[in-house]
């Protein structure tokens, strides 16, 4: 999963960045609404949390121009304004979740995942690849009924196949979804991830189709 925060608070975005990061998430953080909306043109994320008094450009004209373009990603506006006026406003703009701050991170955190559930395209059931049980869900992974550890960038790697179930998904749709904008990314690390994926859960989990990309499943 990847979302994106746009918040020029450095202690939330720094505190934020190391919740989501122990929770197996990619955070791109953007500091003022005019890279935010750059973001949002340029990459697809699964959820957006959105401060509304940003530097730049506000979080409503942010939140307006994203609706404008009829897209429908999640959002969850944060803001230090607390009256219903306000609240009204954010929602009404096309916010999904509001939170006042100063706001309990645990609480967030449960929030992005309700947004993410509702959002979720992929079936709720867990799906079922040879011997490998891969639950979305509950983001939890079997191996012939026994659960397998996974690092954060191979569940990763796992969850962006598994939701695009029978299609090809390139390197580079793997590498956006698991790795921040500004990481530092090893020419091999995707190869690197689906050679242990395949480690674990078995050569026939995971077919590559040479230069074009991966798909769940062995070859047809």
């Known amino acids: 999963m990847k979302l994106l925060l746009i918040e020029d608070d450095p202690m939330i975005g720094q505190a934020l960045q ?4 122990g929770e197996q998430y990619a955070l791109d953080w953007a500091t003022d609404g005019q890279q935010g909306e750059s973001a949002l043109l340029a990459y ?21 121009r994203l609706r404008d373009r009829r897209d429908a990603t999640p959002v969850l506006a944060l803001t230090a304004l607390d009256g219903i006026t306000e609240r009204v406003r954010g929602l009404d703009t096309g916010a999904d979740d509001y939170l006042v701050k100063p706001v309990d991170f645990e609480e967030l955190s449960a929030r992005v995942r309700a947004l993410l559930r509702r959002a979720r395209v992929a079936p709720d059931r867990p799906l079922r690849v040879g011997e490998v049980d891969i639950d ?37 749709e793997i590498e956006e979804a698991i790795y921040a904008w500004d990481a530092i990314v090893a020419s091999n690390a995707v190869e690197v991830y ?8 078995g050569e026939d989990v995971i077919h590559t189709v040479r230069v074009r990309g991966y798909r769940l499943g062995p070859a047809a």
């Open 194 to 201: 689906i050679h242990q994926l395949r480690r674990k859960l």
């Open 136 to 172: 979305l869900g509950a983001r939890e992974v079997r191996l012939r009924g026994a659960p397998v550890a996974l690092t954060a960038r191979e569940y990763g790697t796992l969850e962006r196949l598994a939701r695009m179930p029978g299609r090809l998904v390139s390197k580079a």
């Open 44 to 64: 697809r994320y699964d959820a957006v949390i959105l401060d509304l008094m940003l530097p730049r450009m506000d979080g409503l004209t942010v939140l307006r």
């Open 18 to 21: 190391r919740l989501f990061a």
